[in-house]
């Protein structure tokens, strides 16, 4: 029985070149990263690249659950874990502030800058980043739907409205991070948001903890 020859073992760490393909897209968006700047970036060649990540799309959406994992997933986090929908979404305000200007990172969100200029060559990906987009917004509405229905909002609240409100404050943020604004800048966006924000503010927050213990 011959045995089977094995593949020549890949040169370049899959794992570093696929974390330099996310700084790539999340720089330049889908569309104008050609696979020669992914190339030169992954500091690999282009059969390699498509020996270990198939093509550019597959490797885009490789390199966009790379992100949700480090840095994208702080919505869903503080969805979770705080204890009303108003606490949560400030939480998500300032925490994009924070995730939108790393030192040493591209500036903004990478789901948001990667959706610039694709066009209908690109549906599948368009509609990949526009699925997690309106999946964070559904997941922003559920809660502060939630909140609604045990009392801790104003009767005529509009989750949905209120959903689609901070979710058009994250693009906004984004978008001025990437036109240079700083983590105090992005802050300040971030209270105003909050200020438009229906009920007594922090107050109705602390009070609703308090009733809840007694």
Not at 74 to 80: S, V, Y
């Amino acid at each position: 029985m011959t045995e089977k020859r094995r593949g020549r073992p890949r040169s370049f760490d899959r794992e570093a070149a696929l974390r330099k393909a996310v700084d790539a897209f999340w720089e330049h968006g889908y569309e104008p990263t050609s696979v020669s700047d992914l190339t030169e970036a992954m500091g690999i060649g282009a059969p390699s690249l498509y020996a270990a990540f198939g093509d550019k799309k597959t490797l885009f959406l490789e390199a966009v659950e790379v992100y949700l994992h480090d840095w994208g997933g702080f919505t869903r986090r503080a969805l979770a874990e705080e204890p009303t929908a108003r606490r949560a979404v400030r939480r998500v305000l300032r925490e994009a502030a924070e995730n939108y200007t790393l030192p040493g990172r591209p500036p903004g969100c990478m789901v948001t800058n990667a959706a610039v200029n694709c066009g209908d060559t690109s549906r599948e990906v368009a509609e990949r980043l526009r699925g997690l987009r309106l999946g964070n917004m559904a997941a922003i509405r559920d809660r502060i739907r939630a909140d609604a229905a045990a009392g801790l909002l104003p009767a005529g609240a509009d989750p949905a409205a209120l959903a689609a409100f901070v979710a058009a404050v994250m693009q906004g943020m984004s978008q001025q991070a990437r036109d240079g604004a700083g983590r105090a800048e992005l802050e300040a966006v971030a209270e105003a948001a909050m200020a438009a924000w229906p009920g007594t503010g922090e107050t109705a927050d602390h009070g609703t903890a308090d009733a809840a213990a007694d």
